[in-house]
Structure formats: structure tokens, C-alpha cells
């Protein structure tokens, strides 16, 4: 299989201009006056920006990079499909992952404006065409990070780098590949006939391990599999299933603020149809815990099957603290609740009319300050925690048709 390794080489050469050894970035955007703690994402799904708030909620620069901005050392312009990391670096730097059919992680510094580097998250092949649609990535140290691919290859026997459905290594210090790799078809399963795959969405550490959250879907994303995370070894890159019994749709994986060896797992729910009855029915949010031997086990769960008259929040879940999250159920009417996963409480927050207006929000337990971004509003800036918060303000990013999806935390 030839490989064509052109992109390789220009991330190598922008990582050698870099920030490594001392030597000054090549500057791409504008360099932002002022301390950048939150990132949000809005988009059209054709289109995205990004804007960067203050520890307060002010905006410090809307729209600093756009799917207009354009550089010969960028890639490629934002597409309207882009995430951010579960977890940022923390160290002044942004980190943005352009998904299906972009395939790019780009790293820029904020205060100069500078870019690290872009890595294309695969190989080239003149087989047939491959996406590995990135779904996340986790930062282990200056030169190790860990990228969830959540597309497989529908190839036989696909080449390592073009194979997708696992997790693929590339250092963050030159935004080059590293060839490592971590595959996760040991947990594709076959039912009814057809094949199911693990497709690894979001991820968390937890100590000396990685917890992984698995969407399970066949290739048309009509047939899903029993809820499931893996734990991976750090040292060994050992993989374990852990099952979440009748739940599906279990890729969403959140850390939990000052606690190291337990992560919420949102189980979204599945169903052919788009059926909400149906994807209720196999819904929940769950704190999985991770021993010093990396046995996984429940500790709390909330089911919406088991309540009736409860809404099934268990989308965009932002967690409080080992027992309290927000979480969004999108049905005729966008409603955010807090929700006590040991007690089954809810407490609604606000709602919006229409469906996924309330996006994916963030939350600083030091400060109390829960950002949430509303498509047809901005960021909405509540103060407080547990179920007690009161709405501060809402703060415009981007223009329309623009609308504000996601808030990422920068520290």
C-alpha cells in the first residue's frame, strides 16, 4: 500500500520553527491580550468559530480562529465538525480537533498567536478512501498523547495508520505520529449477523490508567451494542471491558473535579428510529470507578427507565462532583437539569424551545462559575454548585448563523 507521508513532513518542519528548544512559533492568528480560561466552539455545521472568555466570562477575542482564517502552515480551515479535548493542556496552549473527513489536531499558542503544529490524525491511502474521524485526546506528558479514532477502516486488513477504531499515539511537543497504536476490534461484537464496532469516542485518566468510553455502532449506525468503556494500562497499553449491563450508547466520558479514580459515563441511549421511548429505555449516567489494578466497578447510577416521570437527561453532562451533574435532555423542549445520580433528584435549571439548542457546557469548581452555551442566546454564566445556582449573565460569541455548542475549560 503506498503511503504518502507530505503532511508528516510539514508538521514536522512547523514543530521545528516551534516552541521546542526555545525558538519562536510561526504566528498564524492573532496574539490575545489577557489570560484565557474557557474556549467556545459555535458552528452551523458547515461553518465554525472559536472565541476565548476570561476567568470571569469576558470576552477576550470572538471569533479568534474561524473556518476563514487561512495560512499555508494550517492544514486546513475549520470545518463544521470540530471538538475540543476532554481535558486541555493547561499550559496557555489551545487544542482543536477538526473530525469527519478534516481528520486534523492543531495546537496554537493564545498569547503570541503561534501554531505548534498540525497533526493529521492518519496515513494516505490509494486503496480506498478512510476517515478516522478523531473523537478526543488525552495529554500523559510533553511528548506522549493518545488519540481516540472512532471511524474503522472497512478494509481487509487495513495498514496500522489507515485502520481506525482504536487509539492512536502522536507526540504534542512536534504534532508528529508516533506510530503507536492501541486497537480496539478485540471489542467489535456480532449481532444479528452484523458487525457492531467499538468506534472509541471520549476518555479520561484515571491515575496510571485511561478510561474510554465505546459509542458501539455497526457501520450505518442502526445496530448499537450492550453499554461498554475499556480500561487501558498506561504502562502496557493492556486493554479490559467493563459491561454497563442494558445501557447503549456509552461514549461519553467526563473527568470529575478533585477526584482521581472515578469518571462519569453518560450512556446516551439507542434506537434504530431515533425513537426517544426507545433510546430512553437504554439510557443512564453512571460513576465508574478504576482500582490500583484497573478493576472498573459502579459506584453510582441513575437509569431513566426506572423513573417514569423523569426526563432523560443524560446528554452534554457536566460534572459537579462525584454525585452532581448537569445534563441536557433533548426532546421537543432542550431542558438542563442537575441531576443527583445517587438520589435520581432532578432539579431543573432552565430550557429552550426546540431540540440540541443547550449544548455541552463547562464547569470551574474554584470559582463556582458554570458556563453553558445556548445556540439562539451565547454562554449563559451561572454561580453556585450542587443543585443552588443563580444565572449571572449571558455572554454573545459569533454572529449568526453561528450559534454557541460547546464551552471547553483551558485550565
Not at 472559536?50 to 486546513?76: H, K
Not at 499558542?109 to 476517515?131: I, K, N, W
Not at 469516542?201 to 459509542?215: A, M, S
Not at 497499553?237 to 447503549?248: E, M, P, T
Amino acid at each position: 500500500m503506498k503511503k504518502i507521508y507530505l503532511w508528516m513532513c510539514a508538521a514536522a518542519l512547523v514543530a521545528g520553527c516551534g516552541g521546542a528548544g526555545g525558538q519562536e512559533l510561526p504566528q498564524v492568528l492573532d496574539p490575545v491580550d489577557g489570560d484565557p480560561a474557557f474556549a467556545v466552539l459555535s458552528t452551523d455545521f458547515t461553518s465554525s468559530a472559536i472565541s476565548l472568555l476570561d476567568e470571569d466570562g469576558d470576552v477576550l477575542a470572538d471569533e479568534w480562529l474561524t473556518s476563514g482564517t487561512t495560512s499555508p502552515i494550517l492544514v486546513a480551515a475549520l470545518s463544521g465538525d470540530v471538538a475540543f479535548p476532554t481535558k486541555q493542556l493547561g499550559d496557555g496552549s489551545l487544542v482543536v480537533i477538526d473530525r469527519l473527513n478534516t481528520d486534523v489536531i492543531s495546537r496554537f499558542e493564545m498569547a503570541t498567536g503561534g501554531l505548534y503544529g498540525p497533526v493529521r490524525t492518519q496515513g494516505t491511502s490509494d486503496v480506498a478512501a478512510f476517515s478516522s474521524n478523531p473523537q478526543d485526546c488525552v495529554f500523559l506528558s510533553d511528548t506522549l498523547a493518545w488519540i481516540t479514532r472512532n471511524q474503522p477502516s472497512f478494509e481487509e486488513a487495513p495498514e496500522p495508520d489507515v485502520a481506525g477504531n482504536d487509539l492512536f499515539e502522536f507526540d504534542p511537543s512536534t504534532m508528529t505520529l508516533t506510530g503507536g497504536r492501541i486497537d480496539f476490534s478485540s471489542f467489535n461484537e456480532q449481532i444479528d449477523g452484523v458487525t457492531v464496532y467499538a468506534r472509541p469516542n471520549r476518555l479520561v485518566r484515571l491515575e496510571d490508567f485511561l478510561l474510554v468510553g465505546l459509542d458501539g455502532f455497526s457501520a450505518d449506525f442502526t445496530v448499537a451494542m450492550p453499554g461498554k468503556v475499556v480500561v487501558v494500562e498506561i504502562a502496557t497499553g493492556d486493554v479490559i471491558g467493563f459491561s454497563l449491563g442494558g445501557a447503549k450508547n456509552c461514549g461519553a466520558v467526563a473527568p470529575i473535579p478533585g477526584v482521581d479514580d472515578q469518571a462519569f459515563v453518560a450512556c446516551r441511549g439507542a434506537s434504530p428510529t431515533f425513537d426517544p421511548a426507545e433510546q430512553r429505555m437504554t439510557a443512564g449516567v453512571f460513576v465508574v470507578e478504576v482500582d490500583g489494578d484497573g478493576v472498573a466497578s459502579i459506584v453510582r447510577s441513575w437509569l431513566p427507565s426506572s423513573d417514569p416521570g423523569a426526563a432523560n437527561s443524560t446528554s452534554n453532562v457536566v460534572p459537579l462532583n462525584d454525585r452532581e451533574v448537569i445534563a441536557v435532555a433533548n426532546e421537543a423542549t432542550d431542558e438542563a437539569y442537575v441531576l443527583n445520580v445517587e438520589t435520581g433528584d432532578q432539579t431543573l435549571l432552565f430550557d429552550i424551545p426546540g431540540s440540541f439548542k443547550i449544548g455541552q457546557g463547562a464547569y470551574d469548581p474554584d470559582s463556582e462559575l458554570l458556563l453553558i452555551p445556548v445556540s439562539t442566546e451565547g454562554v449563559r454564566l451561572y454561580g453556585g454548585s450542587g443543585s443552588s445556582f443563580e444565572l449571572i449573565d449571558t455572554v454573545a460569541v459569533s454572529q449568526p448563523p453561528l450559534g454557541a455548542t460547546v464551552v471547553s475549560s483551558l485550565r
